[in-house]
T-cell receptor
């Protein structure tokens, strides 16, 4: 039973355009959400997070949007750069903090020069 | 400030042997988490520890797996009598509190022959 779903295994975009990565969740107890980026043979790197009390959080080229009624969040990267090519994981926490993260399966983003 | 360190990076064991994976959290971090990633899957939570205490081990298999985080030294994930299905990447993460994002190490890739 997958509580965090990333339905697109892969996404390809042109350099300079917007990348939109999507994530759906089923557990209404989740109240803290994070995005991680992962390169091959490395550990995940934290990108950005959002609490359920907000609907948007922005950090430079990265913006995360949360739609609680739809149980959906998305990560926008603009403008996309070739160095953004990686696997992106959506994660959610069932408690007030970031304990016991539940991860999606990831979306492989390829940014073409 | 060094990041989360894990060793070894690669570990090969034969069926029935023991595997010991080590994790040194970031300086100042007293919360440690272990996750396992099977091929083509997301990371799955295994155990959450603070110094000398196991806080949540709900993701740990009931047999053969154990974890500790002693007062001095790294956190250890121990797998006894390994089987082929234990082959995976094992990631350790740390955080200063349970209300912060988790920072991941590079992982240990366990191969069971």
């Amino acid at each position: 039973d997958q509580q965090v779903k990333q339905n697109s295994p892969s996404l390809s975009v042109q350099e300079g355009r917007i990348s939109i990565l999507n994530c759906d969740y089923t557990n209404s107890m989740f109240d803290y959400f994070l995005w991680y980026k992962k390169y091959p043979a490395e550990g995940p790197t934290f990108l950005i997070s959002i609490s359920s009390i907000k609907d948007k959080n922005e950090d430079g080229r990265f913006t995360v949007f949360l739609n609680k009624s739809a149980k959906h969040l998305s990560l926008h990267i603009v403008p996309s750069q070739p160095g953004d090519s990686a696997v992106y994981f959506c994660a959610a926490s069932p408690q007030g903090g970031s304990e016991k993260l539940v991860f999606g399966k990831g979306t492989k983003l390829t940014v073409n020069p | 400030n060094a990041g989360v360190m894990q060793n070894p990076r690669h570990l090969v064991r034969r069926r029935g042997q023991e595997a010991r994976l080590r994790c040194s959290p970031m300086k100042g971090h007293s919360h440690v988490y272990w996750y396992r990633q099977l091929p083509e899957e997301g990371l799955k939570f295994m155990v959450y520890l603070q110094k000398e205490n196991i806080i949540d081990e709900s993701g740990m298999p009931k047999e053969r797996f154990s974890a500790e985080f002693p007062k001095e030294g790294p956190s250890i994930l121990r797998i006894q009598q390994v089987v082929r299905g234990d082959s995976a990447a094992y990631f350790c993460a740390s955080s200063p509190t349970s209300y912060n994002e988790q920072f991941f190490g590079p992982g240990t890739r366990l191969t069971v022959l």
